[in-house]
Nanobody, 127 residues
Framework: QVQLVDSGGGVVHAGESLTLSCAAS????????IGWFRQAPGKEREIVAA????????YSSDSENGRATISRDNSKNTVYLRMNALKLADTAVYYC????????????????????WGPGTLVTVSS
């Protein structure tokens, strides 16, 4: 059984940066693909970023602006999401999720592929 605990949320001002963490236990962390998703009030859950097993392949929904970057430290069983230049529209509950039925190098942006989820951490961006 895989357990994920996401943390690092809080209240920040627009334009600031924030790093979220996701600590994993159970299973073999280095063989999971990990995704960060978010859900704003009244909206559907959406992908923010994702990483393959070793972090060699990564996806970001905002790759053009480079505002969201995922990274992982397999020695610490931890994944991070660094968000820069935060906007009011980034206010949401952020979730990390693990896809354990995947192969090396695979990255999924489909939330239905992810079997395990953290409880979520709230990020509030204020003006």
């Amino acid at each position: 059984q895989v357990q994920l605990v996401d943390s690092g949320g809080g209240v920040v001002h627009a334009g600031e940066s924030l790093t979220l963490s996701c600590a994993a236990s159970g299973g073999t962390f280095s063989r999971y693909a990990i995704g960060w998703f978010r859900q704003a009030p009244g909206k559907e859950r959406e992908i923010v970023a994702a990483s393959s097993w070793a972090g060699t392949r990564r996806y970001s929904s905002d790759s053009e602006n480079g505002r969201a970057t995922i990274s992982r430290d397999n020695s610490k069983n931890t994944v991070y999401l660094r968000m820069n230049a935060l906007k009011l529209a980034d206010t949401a509950v952020y979730y990390c999720a693990a896809d354990i039925n995947t192969v090396s190098g695979a990255v999924s942006i489909d939330n239905e592929r992810y079997e395990f989820w953290g409880p979520g951490t709230l990020v509030t961006v204020s003006s």
